[in-house]
């Protein structure tokens, strides 16, 4: 027999409906707040902070922060930390630098010299191993993550130094570094559409993707919040839905404009893109990702209901190696060389970015769109004050004082709830 949902009383609600717009709002006032922010530095710096130049270098300078917040995000979600990511970007950095201008292997008394693809492969496995190593530390040996990571930190560190001999280690081959300052072939250079075209400067082919992806943004979201709707979940008011896709589809557009008037899509944004929608997807739509969820919000009440704890800790740690590994190929990349003090204190952008975009410091709370607008409010606001001129001293100061007012606003939501 059939059962009629029964309503609910008039009081309760409009306190439903209020819990509704209150979270929503919530999530959004991070939006709002990045809005806010690239707003005072465009005053500030009299709009260089959003020429089409200081954009793309926006984009190339924070790509490392957004993959490693990636994995960090499901790091922090599950109760715990690392430290030692900034060091896993300079070590893997050295041995991909290493292996593509050759070392000498005394042993056998022959000179090695690889590809960049080898290099690739091998870093990212190395980024990998690295992971399993001190996920099994924190996952099996029951050592607290801040230990085995600051022990990591300084461990690879050292080998970054050790191998690199404090010298710099490049140049690259340019397939390589087009990882990094590559950006995606334009469309004129089809010579029917160059012939119909002409010698534009203007990147067509960038302006068309961006539209693209925001129609295709609308109508997928569209679907989601329809079908939401049908199946009686708790979905947010049509309004917030409306006014947040017009607000990203707009950023989308004046992104893509702005880019189409430099030199087009960098390759490091279609990756970070990529990553960002797996991530998207795993988190809200895989097992695994309420899993994680699940062990950071009560790991006791995971464990009894026969999630293995240990292993998704273990695999957190090895999916951030992993992600390092790659950060540190791209920072390679940029920089044609491999340095001693290549990623140097990245760990802290990457935490603050996971704080800032609405992870909890406890566990069991964050989104992957929350950590992405994170880095790129840390990524605007170190650009704006570099163009502004304020001194490196007091941007620490600012984000200090941001990141400790992020944190703040999270507990002290958690406490009023």
């Given amino acids: 027999m059939k059962h009629e ?37 465009y005053f500030l710096t009299n709009g260089v902070s959003i020429a089409p130049l200081n954009l793309t270098n926006l984009i190339l300078q924070n790509s490392y922060v957004v993959i490693m917040a990636l994995g960090m995000l499901l790091i922090i979600v599950s109760g715990n930390i690392d430290l030692s990511v900034g060091s896993i970007v300079g070590f893997v950095g050295g041995v ?36 399993c190593m001190q996920g099994y530390f924190v996952a099996y040996a029951r ?33 390589f570094q087009d990882i990094s300052a590559g950006f995606l072939p334009e469309l004129t250079n089809i010579p029917a559409l160059h012939a ?3 010698d534009s400067h203007f990147r067509y082919g960038t302006m068309a993707i961006g539209i693209l992806a925001v129609a295709i943004m609308i109508l997928s979201g569209l679907r989601r919040w329809q079908r939401a709707r049908a199946e009686a979940m708790d979905v947010e008011p049509f309004a917030l839905f409306a006014g947040r896709t017009a607000i990203f589809s707009a950023l989308v557009l004046f992104f893509s404009y702005q880019l189409a008037q430099w030199k087009g899509l960098p390759e490091v944004l279609i990756i970070m893109l990529v990553l960002i929608l797996i991530y998207a997807f795993v988190t809200t739509r895989m097992t695994v990702g309420r899993r994680i969820y699940a062990l950071g919000g009560n790991r006791l009440a995971a464990q009894l209901s ?57 566990g069991g709370v964050g989104k992957v769109m929350g950590v992405v607008i994170g880095a790129f409010v ?8 570099s163009i502004y001129g304020l001194g490196i001293y007091w941007q620490q100061v600012v984000k200090g004082i941001v990141l400790l007012a992020a944190v703040f606003i999270d507990i002290y939501q958690k406490n009023k709830g």
């Avoid at 309760?12 to 707003?39: H, K, N, P, Q, T």
Wanted: contains cysteine; negative net charge.
């Fill in 378 to 385: 840390m990524g605007v606001m170190n650009n704006g004050m």
């Fill in 96 to 131: 991909a630098a290493t292996m593509m201008v050759g070392f000498h292997m005394p042993i056998l008394d022959v000179d090695v010299k690889t590809s960049w693809e080898v290099a690739v492969l091998v870093s990212l496995v190395l980024g990998a191993l690295i992971g």
């Fill in 5 to 41: 949902a029964t309503p609910l009383p008039g009081s309760e609600e409009a306190e439903a409906r209020a819990a509704v717009w209150s979270s929503s709002l919530r999530d959004y006032g991070l939006l709002f707040s990045l809005l806010v922010i690239m707003g005072f530095f």
């Fill in 196 to 198: 119909l075209i002409g």
């Fill in 306 to 362: 026969g999630i293995r704890t240990e292993r998704l800790i273990f695999l957190t740690f090895v999916n951030m190696g992993v992600l390092a590994g790659l950060a540190g190929l791209i920072v390679a990349a940029r920089l044609n060389s491999a340095t001693p003090s290549a990623g140097l204190s990245f760990e802290l952008d990457v935490i603050a970015a996971c704080f800032i975009g609405g992870a909890s410091a406890s």
């Fill in 143 to 175: 050592i607290p993550a801040f230990i085995v990571t600051l022990g990591g930190m300084l461990i690879f560190r050292g080998l970054t130094g050790n191998l690199l001999l404090g010298q710099f280690v490049g140049p690259f081959p340019r397939e």
